[in-house]
């Protein structure tokens, strides 16, 4: 269905040609300084038209923030909001309508409903993601002001383009190999970049890679698949700092259950992986393990982080990182052999200019996504904290059971 | 928390040292044959002590159907079951536990908890899975015999020992590569074992990696991690054949999303990807776009199957495969330098012997999962569906709006 | 939460002051042709200002949809719907805000919340229950066009005037007597009643009382309180006619729980009753069962029908039927002595002038809350129904557990 | 569904003649003391044969616990438990399986299930309510030693024989009455009932009403009913004492809106009410409000109560009270004309001896739902007051928007 998380839960609505596109975000914590800005500002960022490297369409997707705060500060409340669509009428007939358009969202919707949108994906459309982005903003403002929280997500491949394995996470060879190969720990280099990246530093570049000289490259290659009429896909990787230890619940709702649940509902998604992810499915236990460390603050931290943060399906107070695949898009200008929904046999012609490339529009989405996971289990964890808290201390239990007490 | 699933759903319990572990399944429906051994076959196949390749302990796990079946048959009412625990006593204190686990879930448990099971990692334990496996092969048997749904998992590497890339889905390089390389389709061969493997076949490998010349040198990967006392990860590929188009709800609940969630959820495990994955990030939409043709039994289906079975989060009617990467077992048998709960540095002992890879094991977890994802959707499909054939047709509706008649 | 059913699902949002109030509406089925004046018609209905027994304000309420239908079809995805707030303004700081209204949600939502609207309540505003109109619009329409399912709701009493007992459910008389006093079993002109009552006979009457001699009285009631400055709660009876036998859930989700849950979260709510009700506590079992017997269509019905169309949480193909009690509005015109919310005893001054009697004005939100509940219902069962048609047929049962031929 | 509560979470399974009934309750904090008899107690309360009132069958009860606890402390994980059927052998054929008892739910379950069990009603059946009792206790447990909440429910009326009015709540006249008659308050009396009755007091009587005529009264109604082989029904009313401020969430699960669905779901009850009830109906707003006082530990207070300690949804730290409505219980001994499955008319013979009465028995189930509401909404409350606390302070809010500091 079209709603998100259990105690902060996101509902959304809408398709490419109606009225809006809107949500409801319930469950936001009263007391937090709220405007139509901190929403409008990554709304932005997923905004096309941004440069010359996605489509020139300009929506502007002007969000109209409808309860749920007053004098600028939310109330508890279900915040709803809505974003208008320019081009509210529907989609006009073709002869390009007669083909599903392959791999996209057009025959299973068909399949799914019996009918479908003029503008066949109906709820498929890019557009769909403007109310995860609103909500997410929202999550985003509480879990920086209450938590010191921080997400930032960029561009780390684009096609076979990809950040130098210095700065990545990911070098697993998927190469046939017998011999046990001296496999490095994740680079001091990229720990840092996790525990630095800021939006600004992304936003620096065009394609999101904050790093010039792939970034340059991947420019040309996303120049490239346009002059083809042709897509590329990429990757993104995210990072979320200061997650306090403690946050996914076991069993089914693992934080990292649900966080690649989040990510795999972001529109052409193939792949997620957290921490050293494939990688980590070659590198044995004796060095994949992360040993731990007393860290400045008096807690436990590890030395290393493979696990991406999560041990056990819990957070553990490390950087969180995970990095989400993109399959090239779908929709291309250039023409296809395919089969029309009757099944004859055709071409489906040429249409007008595409988003060769999506990766860099998708970073606020994964921001947003990653938010609203980390919202949601903090509240749910904040409910078991507080009603433990509560409780006689318990004198009975074996020193192995309890925390022990720092020397 | 430990429920999974809207209208099919499984809720478990248990960890290593209590009394039983168990699980309710609601929602399954009455009229289906069912019997112990149904479940039995399964869980026998989880089981530790199957080969010298895993850990030595058996643990016999016998389920105890406890409702909701008659005479052998299905009420429609919750299915209660338990496998009792051979060792329930609560673990004995040593010096050990002092320390964490590196990269295990004693840590976080206790983060999470205020207080953690004897046995560290509470509900991480392996045991946990037993719920989800006796789950799972309900759902199959339903799937089975009203759908003819087949799941079949294998193992698709070990380490770096990986199936040849012709009967495989993922080549992605991860290579930085600015040029256009040729980019071969998923090939015929692959498409082949999907549509064809079975259990029987994959059980004949004790790696349960059907390819016999890959499964002997794996085997000699996991004896070289057992030699070590250390261990190593390994990937799963999934394939789940005939199930019906249309399943998966838009939005944040995409077929992908659930199934992403429900693999993640399966302990050790850090990447999920479904089709052409990652890989499916380096492919131009124009060769990667699977292009529709008619199939025989009159519906459309694609000639190549980049999607991987599910198109804008529906499933299209084309095999649904997926691979899943474990990392390496956190628990091994040589001593480790790391840090004590209350931070300080030391050695944690070498303790006994423990599995040095669990991805053989992981088959059945996988395939239960699957079967549980399969038939959640399937129930919401149904009601919709259900729903929409009763009301009269709609006569006004423009012809792209509509599923056309077959010529 | 903001959120109601499980695959017919509505969220709503909105307050008082806001700019609006809207809803969106997941799990319509496709294909239903559906228009703003199908949701019009109800809103109108309970808007106030419509005869000089309620408010005089005017508040239009003219719903715009937003999404999910096409060509005045609905696609199977999220309606989007708001209706605009004419006054978006704050409301302003007076002397009264020293004071928490008493029996209002004020003090309630202080305690929630920490801080609350300027209005007051918040969620609580009546405008709240919009959303819950529109959306159960939409579900009448489908029940009525796919089950042929009727819903009509009614006032039975405002204060102490009730419909004669000849015409009611409810003559319980809660007065103590050891005799075993002849309990006449419901009426025929009742169950006449409810099986013919239309919506525009009980809007025939101002008082939505479809009985012209107790509508009158009723009138001179409700006038007595506005003229004293006060207010008078009532009852409203609501009869749900077509709904076919098997909806509910065993156990925590039985039809009369879920309508009960539906029906206590509307404003004011404080009793409810199914069938029987509190009277069919004081029937000897004799005399309370419903005899079987078999109706004209070929199913069983019963002769008598005290259970309501629901027995073991389930219906039974009966008119559903079911008695709401509201209190008298804690909104009165008139001073009342109490304390500020620092605790300081005072008198809150007298304000405008308030409805009186909001119970013919419940009359749409009780039918809307119950076309929620059966709409979802409906929906679940077909999920499982559909599913266990698939099944082969299974020849090993006992007779007692199977569904006899009829003869 | 089998399964209640959100973050406090029940599922249940079981029937009457299979091998266990028994539940999962997920979601218990962790570092509460729990043994088994903290569960068994309310378990012997429900438990049939404990006078010459009810049943005499002897059917033991003892609880299993499975999971979730060591060393007599919970660990924050789920709780599985069951209890053991005596007689697990399915019913056997016998003539009268032929007709579907009247106003039970044998016709429901097969309408819905397409087969029932061979005892007919399934999940109907009274044992199913040992999972909620159970899970019930264990929540009393923690309300009880974290918060000091107390829950005692009470037999208020049998047949016609009711409480003097002068301790209850109710005194609906139900009687048509033009005039403005004169409607006292809730007594001092029955507040202080409420204040103070307990379960031991309570226990003192068979028929469990606390009033020692008034019991009397009732063992002689229920007697006659036993004589006459009939059955009758009654209400019990419950007291939930020490609940803080807040709980209960806007809009739809109202606190009191929970506690129907709760209490609706309990087989055979066909009424509820909270507060002034149905009474509250009659009496005028300028009576019926409750208005504040300061209390002794410096809270507002309500100097009456006709709220029953729930003011727009949300308690407000008075005492919550309802009253809930059991119809006369279908089975009974004498013989009853109906029709068989296939609507053959005929007479139902009479069969074995059964418990007349069920009020009494049902007092520990009310409580354990009771407390499965308070729990649930207790956590979720929890979780949003303890994300709230960790915002900066806004100091921008008009003075009426924020909570007044005492003088």
Redesign the interface.
């Known amino acids: 269905?079209?709603?998100?998380g259990?105690?902060f839960?996101v509902?959304?609505?809408?398709?490419s040609?109606?009225?809006?596109?809107?949500a409801?975000i319930?469950?936001c914590?009263?007391?937090?300084?709220l405007a139509a800005k901190d929403v409008q500002t990554q709304l932005s960022r997923r905004r096309p038209g941004q440069s010359n490297l996605t489509t020139p369409r300009d929506e502007k997707d002007l969000v109209?923030?409808?309860?749920?705060?007053?004098?600028?500060?939310t109330?508890?409340?279900?915040?709803?909001l809505?974003v208008k669509n320019e081009d509210q009428r529907?989609?006009d007939?073709s002869e390009t309508?007669l083909?599903?358009r392959?791999?996209?969202?057009d025959?299973?919707?068909?399949?799914?409903?019996?009918?479908?949108?003029?503008s066949g994906?109906?709820?498929?459309s890019a557009r769909?993601t403007i109310g995860r982005v609103a909500a997410g903003a929202i999550a985003e403002k509480?879990l920086k002001?209450?938590?010191g929280i921080e997400i930032v997500a960029f561009v780390s491949?684009v096609?076979?383009?990809?950040l130098?394995s210095t700065i990545s996470s990911?070098?697993?060879?998927?190469?046939?190999?017998?011999?046990?190969?001296i496999e490095d720990s994740l680079t001091p280099e990229f720990r840092t970049l996790l525990a630095t990246v800021t939006r600004e530093e992304v936003d620096k570049f065009p394609t999101r890679c904050p790093h010039a000289e792939t970034s340059e490259?991947m420019i040309?290659?996303i120049i490239?698949?346009k002059d083809?009429m042709?897509?590329?896909?990429?990757?993104v990787t995210c990072v979320i700092r200061n997650v306090p230890?403690?946050l996914?619940?076991?069993?089914?709702?693992?934080f990292?259950?649900?966080?690649?649940?989040?990510?795999?509902?972001i529109?052409a998604?193939?792949?997620?992986?957290?921490?050293?992810?494939?990688r980590?499915?070659?590198?044995?236990?004796?060095k994949?393990?992360?040993?731990?460390?007393?860290r400045e603050d008096?807690n436990?931290g590890?030395s290393t982080n493979?696990?991406?943060g999560?041990?056990?399906?819990?957070?553990?107070?490390e950087d969180i990182y995970f990095r989400l695949?993109?399959?090239?898009?779908?929709?291309?200008s250039?023409s296809?052999?395919?089969?029309?929904?009757?099944?004859?046999?055709g071409t489906l012609a040429a249409r007008g200019r595409h988003d060769p490339c999506v990766v860099p529009r998708a970073v606020p989405i994964i921001e947003a996504m990653a938010a609203l996971v980390v919202m949601d289990e903090?509240?749910?964890?904040?409910?078991?904290?507080?009603?433990?808290s509560?409780?006689?201390a318990?004198t009975?239990?074996?020193?192995?059971?309890?925390?022990?007490?720092?020397?």
């Open positions: 269905m079209s709603t998100f259990t105690l839960r509902t959304t609505y809408g398709e040609h109606c009225a809006s596109v809107g409801i319930d469950g914590p009263p007391g937090l300084e109209h923030l409808q309860s749920g705060i007053e004098h600028g500060v109330l508890g409340t279900p915040i709803g809505l529907p989609h007939y309508d083909y599903p392959p791999s996209h969202a025959y299973t919707y068909l399949q799914k409903y019996g009918l479908k949108a003029s994906g109906g709820r498929s769909e509480y002001q209450a938590h491949s096609g076979k383009i990809h130098p990911t070098a697993a060879t998927n190469a046939d190999d017998d011999n046990d190969e490259r040309k290659r490239r698949a083809a042709d897509s590329i896909g990429g990757t230890a403690g996914g619940e076991p069993v089914f709702d693992k990292e259950a649900k966080l690649a649940h989040a990510m795999l509902s529109p998604t193939k792949a997620f992986e957290v921490g050293s992810g494939f980590g499915t070659e590198v044995p236990g004796s994949h393990n992360d040993p731990f460390v007393l008096g436990l590890t493979w696990s991406g999560v041990q056990g399906g819990i957070t553990n107070g695949g993109f399959k090239s898009p779908a929709t291309i250039q296809q052999d395919t089969a029309q929904y009757d099944g004859t046999p903090l509240l749910i964890q904040s409910a078991r904290k507080s009603a433990a509560l409780l006689p318990v009975t239990l074996p020193p192995t059971m309890i925390l022990p007490t720092r020397k």
